[in-house]
């Protein structure tokens, strides 16, 4: 394995978390923030998951279901997954997917967020915002 292999630059993210809707949470990412189902699978090790991202981006989102295991809520109302989003358009789009698939914005527990951006919640009380700017890197 070269140096080049082991830099962050060429790694692959991947955000997991634990899910006990996964069937809600699936169509949650999907169909309205308009992710990809990648990849599911059942019965593995005891536990159930899918992937979901945009095809060839080198992250993705994990969601698993433990057998026999109470993964509950979001410990806190800021457990926050923002994307910016510059381009208005496709902020209008993001925003009108949510709606269309029965999704409200809720107010923020930073206020900050709401500012120029929506934020939503999925089935287990994350949430998701869509920030209409530039992150400022």
């Known amino acids: 394995m070269s140096d080049d292999d082991m830099t962050v630059g060429a790694a692959t993210l991947r955000v997991a978390r634990p899910t006990d809707n996964l069937?809600?949470?699936?169509?949650?990412?999907r169909d309205g923030l308009g992710l990809t189902l990648l990849y599911r699978f059942d019965g593995h090790d005891g536990f159930d998951g899918a992937m979901l991202g945009l095809p060839g981006a080198p992250w993705h989102l994990e969601?698993?279901?433990?057998?026999?295991?109470?993964a509950g809520r979001a410990p806190t109302l800021d457990n926050l997954l923002v994307l910016y989003m510059p381009a208005r358009?496709?902020?209008?789009?993001?925003?009108?997917?949510?709606?269309?698939?029965?999704?409200?914005?809720?107010?923020?527990?930073?206020?900050?967020?709401?500012?120029?951006?929506?934020?939503?919640?999925?089935?287990?009380?994350?949430?998701?915002?869509?920030?209409?700017?530039?992150?400022?890197?």
């Open 89 to 137: 358009s496709a902020w209008d789009a993001a925003v009108g997917r949510m709606r269309q698939a029965g999704h409200q914005p809720v107010a923020s527990f930073n206020p900050y967020w709401d500012r120029q951006g929506l934020t939503f919640e999925d089935p287990d009380g994350y949430r998701v915002v869509l920030q209409n700017s530039v992150w400022p890197r």
């Open 63 to 70: 969601f698993t279901r433990a057998h026999g295991h109470d």
């Open 23 to 29: 069937d809600a949470v699936i169509a949650f990412y």
